[in-house]
């Protein structure tokens, strides 16, 4: 069996270096190799694999709910690399969880604590999924994200 910290610790020694990665990409190829019901089981995943009293189970949703005007913000998809989401994720988990208000009051870095990393990753592949579900579903988000499903969009 792998180890479990390997993906969270790999985005962390190269979080600097995903600055030059256009975030629209990450989604598009999460739409291209995962189907609607793959990407939410592994939103499912992602939410178990924090702390119980965590209350993300409950909380996920408002904060989750807090992206909707992303979805259609031409300029963020033009722009946005992966640093830029994963910095916009953190500051909007600190405003919308109680976790992460109490807990992450700052951005973890390579140096931090294995569960900081852990909950930071997994908070990053939660709003990646759940990014990439709403552009599964809808040609429309997929447009204004500027990537395509398919050859037809």
Same mark, same amino acid.
């Given at each position: ?5 390997? %993906?969270?610790?790999?985005? &962390?020694?190269? =979080? ?6 256009? $975030? +629209? @990409? ?6 291209? *190799?995962? +189907?609607?019901?793959? =990407? =939410? ?6 939410? @178990?694999?924090?702390?119980?009293? *965590?209350?993300?189970? +409950?909380?996920? !949703?408002? $904060? ?15 722009? %946005? @690399?992966?640093?830029? #989401? &994963? ?5 909007? #988990?600190?405003?919308? !969880? $109680? $976790? ?12 931090? @604590?294995?569960?900081?990393? +852990?909950?930071?990753? #997994?908070?990053?592949? =939660? !709003? !990646?999924?759940?990014? *990439?579900?709403? %552009?599964?579903?809808?040609?429309? /988000?997929?447009? *204004?994200?500027? /990537? ?6």
């Amino acid at each position: 069996m792998g180890d479990i910290n390997k %993906a969270p610790n790999d985005f &962390f020694v190269n =979080l600097e270096n995903t600055k030059t990665i256009r $975030y +629209n @990409s990450v989604i598009q190829i999460q739409i291209k *190799s995962l +189907n609607e019901k793959k =990407l =939410l089981q592994a939103m499912q995943f992602e939410v @178990s694999q924090f702390p119980e009293d *965590s209350q993300i189970d +409950n909380q996920h !949703t408002l $904060y989750l709910g807090s992206f909707q005007t992303w979805l259609h913000d031409v300029q963020f998809w033009k722009e %946005a @690399s992966v640093l830029d #989401a &994963f910095k916009l994720f953190m500051r909007v #988990a600190r405003h919308d !969880t $109680y $976790y992460f208000k109490k807990f992450h009051k700052e951005n973890p870095t390579n140096e931090s @604590s294995q569960q900081i990393k +852990n909950d930071c990753f #997994a908070l990053y592949q =939660l !709003t !990646t999924l759940w990014f *990439s579900l709403h %552009a599964f579903r809808d040609r429309t /988000i997929r447009k *204004s994200m500027g /990537i395509k499903k398919n050859i037809f969009g």
